[in-house]
């Protein structure tokens, strides 16, 4: 029995070639999309999904609207962990699996964060920037023993980066809505407050939670300005868990000292951004998670995920 598949992650497309014999081997018909930006729009997905049996997909706006219109669609195999393009609850009614790659990001995105406070810490973008002008001026910097981290959303991302902060003796404040077990809290090394107080006590802090309605624009206007002049926050989740004017306010007027963004309310960032031109914020194109070793294995496992969802032994 062969079956239609769409593929459309912009991190397995490029290398495509290189997988593609593994779904051709077992009779499967192929669908690339045309080029599209950072992910396929509602628009853009309802004249493809009609006939298609699976999905491998990425932040693909997989609305109730496109489900209910990919009449034989059986499974959406998801490269990465993040779900919140995809209405679960119309999947659901409709029996259509799910399925992601959980944990596989969690080391790349946790050495970026990292890699975020080390540079801020030592100041190391200013320091690089004098001398290059020709000037010969040292600037002040802290150890990340006397730092304190903030972690908002302690799931394997946040244990993970926990772990690599405590090994650099900082003091780790953390916050999530969900349980965390004491055993969990105790090897991290973190203590569990609430948002206002990390706000208020952290040097950094780090957005590692889930995109929901409770974390919709969680960071805004009142947060920011709980936050010390001296603190950095750093995003690499979601981009909509920060409202952005009102970052880019707190930046222009150093009611912060500083941010680090890989994720941003509309993907790609514009152009005209008013962020692209802060000498205080660092940019990347939602790239925190970049490893060829993860990657690959995601690519494989998404294939995995789509056989396993459409009952194909491989």
């Known amino acids: 029995m062969s079956f239609k598949v769409l593929v459309s992650p912009n991190t397995l497309l490029p290398v495509f070639d290189k997988y593609e014999s593994i779904l051709n081997d077992n009779g499967f018909d ?12 509602e628009d853009q997905l ?8 699976g999905a491998i997909c990425g932040d693909d706006r997989y609305t109730e609207k496109v489900l209910r219109n990919a009449k034989k669609l059986k499974v959406l195999s998801k490269w990465g962990e993040g779900l919140d393009a995809i209405d679960l609850d119309a999947a659901k009614k409709l029996k259509i699996a799910v399925y992601r790659t959980a944990g596989a990001l969690t080391d790349p995105v ?3 964060i990292l890699g975020y406070i080390l540079i801020f810490a030592r100041n190391l973008i200013t320091k690089d920037k004098y001398m290059k ?4 001026k040292k600037f002040p910097a802290v150890t990340l023993k006397e730092s304190v981290l903030g972690i908002i959303g ?6 993970a980066i926990a772990k690599r902060a405590k090994s650099f003796g900082m003091k780790i404040l953390a916050n999530d809505i969900r349980n965390i077990s004491d055993k969990l809290i105790i090897k991290s090394g973190i203590k569990l407050v609430s948002i206002d107080r990390i706000l208020a006590e952290s040097d950094f802090i780090s957005l590692n939670c889930d995109l929901n309605k409770s974390s919709f ?3 805004s206007v009142n947060e920011l300005n709980k936050m010390k002049n001296s603190a950095f926050l750093i995003n690499t989740a979601r981009g909509e868990i920060v409202d952005e004017l009102a970052l880019i306010n707190a930046l222009s007027k150093k ?7 890989d994720v941003f309310e509309k993907e790609p960032l514009s152009g005209d951004s008013k962020l692209r031109k802060m000498e205080n ?6 790239n925190a998670n970049s490893s060829p070793a993860v990657f690959d294995y995601i690519h494989r496992k998404t294939i995995d995920n789509l056989f396993k969802g459409l009952g194909i032994k491989e």
């Open 281 to 286: 914020c660092l940019l990347s194109a939602h």
């Open 110 to 112: 946790a050495d970026t």
């Open 255 to 261: 009611i912060i000292a500083g941010a680090a963004l």
């Open 46 to 53: 309802l004249p493809l999904v009609g006939d298609i049996d």
């Open 30 to 41: 192929v669908i690339i999309p045309p080029p599209f930006n950072e992910y396929l729009t």
């Open 217 to 219: 624009k969680l960071i």
């Open 154 to 159: 302690i799931g394997k991302i946040g244990i």
């Open 133 to 136: 002008k020709g000037d010969w």
